[in-house]
């Protein structure tokens, strides 16, 4: 079963089921894409998405199993051409990065191996050096010139360009920390359950056996015999 497919066509647009988030496109700056999605993957079912890349751009994909039994799931990424290049058996997290080629990436996540507990898998993108082709618009083509401010525009664009990847990094951490959270909330939530129900069975053996001790007491003190006169 393939599943949810992401038809994506970059560049520039990245086409997730769910909301993305992206960083503001700005003529002259290295473009990179973040997006992150969370779903629900059934018991004895695979789902697998779809990413269009470019030549001499990169892939990251870092997943993480935030809920279900065993936290496990298996993934696998593979080329345009149909090889898989990773290949996770019964993991709950991982990141893999790729240098891509022109063509459709698909990777995988395989719940087949569990028929009853389903997962419920975050995973999250980030796509670096996906510039539209064509677009030659560069702060010198608009502000041409040596300095500005003693200070070369390109010395300008580096550091927006690092403030730019530092912030994007940033969110990447905190949905990521996100994840986390999640997954260590619905572990505490499963563990408080089971101590509930197991302590409501332990208390309701020890009052069946209190009363059956009780009844079985009082019996063998009740003598049901009559007395002659």
């Not at 990251?60 to 935030?66: K, T």
């Not at 990773?86 to 028929?115: A, L, P, W």
């Not at 997954?183 to 129900?197: A, K, P, S, T």
């Amino acid at each position: 079963m393939l599943g949810l497919g992401l038809g994506l066509g970059l560049p520039p647009l990245l086409l997730l089921l769910c909301c993305g988030c992206w960083a503001p496109l700005c003529f002259g700056f290295s473009q990179s894409f973040d997006s992150d999605f969370t779903f629900t993957l059934p018991a004895g079912q695979k789902e697998c998405f779809y990413q269009t890349m470019k030549k001499d751009a990169t892939l990251e994909i870092e997943y993480q199993v935030i809920d279900g039994a065993g936290l496990d799931v298996d993934f696998y990424i593979s080329s345009p051409n149909g090889k898989v290049l990773y290949f996770d058996q019964r993991k709950s997290d991982g990141v893999h990065s790729i240098e891509t080629e022109n063509g459709d990436y698909m990777f995988c996540f395989d719940n087949s191996f569990s028929s009853i507990s389903e997962k419920i898998v975050f995973f999250e993108l980030i796509l670096d050096n996906m510039e539209p082709e064509g677009d030659s618009t560069k702060w010198n083509d608009i502000l041409p010139g040596g300095e500005l401010l003693d200070m070369k525009l390109e010395d300008i664009l580096d550091t927006i360009n690092s403030v730019k990847g530092r912030l994007s990094k940033s969110n990447q951490i905190q949905g990521l920390l996100r994840a986390f959270e999640a997954r260590d909330r619905n572990l505490q939530e499963g563990n408080c359950d089971r101590v509930n129900f197991w302590s409501i069975v332990n208390l309701t053996v020890m009052l069946t056996v209190s009363c059956l001790q009780v009844y079985m007491l009082k019996h063998l003190f009740n003598d049901n015999r009559r007395s002659r006169t």
